[in-house]
């Protein structure tokens, strides 16, 4: 079966970079579109990025447009998430998630998700 694997999080200073990291296993990883997710705590799981099978078409929310880059590396069944100037309000479990299509993803119930990465962010 499908699994997704995050690993990256951790705790960084407001201002600072960290690099989640998503790794794949179970199908062909470069057929499909993946994506980030984020849930702060009491809030509901948000849309972050995603980035279609061929890397081409990517989107991102509002929020973290200029300060994130999502990328894959489709040789090692590997997608990533670049965050620069991360802010107190970006703290959250961050989850990996991947669907059926090629394009992007569901950005309301994509059909996998990892176990999520904590990302604290200090003030």
């Known amino acids: 079966q499908v699994q997704l694997v995050e690993s990256g999080g951790g705790l960084v200073q407001a201002g600072g970079s960290l690099r989640l990291s998503c790794t794949a296993s179970?199908?062909?990883?470069?057929?499909?579109?993946m994506g980030w997710f984020r849930q702060a705590p009491g809030k509901e799981r948000e849309f972050v990025t995603s980035?279609?099978?061929?890397?081409?078409?990517?989107v991102y929310a509002d929020s973290v447009k200029g300060r994130f880059t999502i990328s894959r590396d489709n040789a090692k069944n590997t997608m990533y998430l670049q965050m620069n100037s991360l802010k107190p309000e970006d703290t959250a479990v961050y989850y990996c998630?991947?669907?059926?299509?090629?394009?992007?993803?569901?950005?309301?119930?994509?059909?996998?998700w990892g176990q999520g990465t904590q990302v604290t962010v200090s003030s």
């Open positions: 980035i279609s099978a061929s890397g081409v078409r990517i």
């Open positions: 998630a991947s669907d059926h299509t090629i394009l992007t993803i569901d950005r309301r119930a994509p059909a996998y």
């Open positions: 179970g199908r062909t990883f470069s057929n499909y579109a």
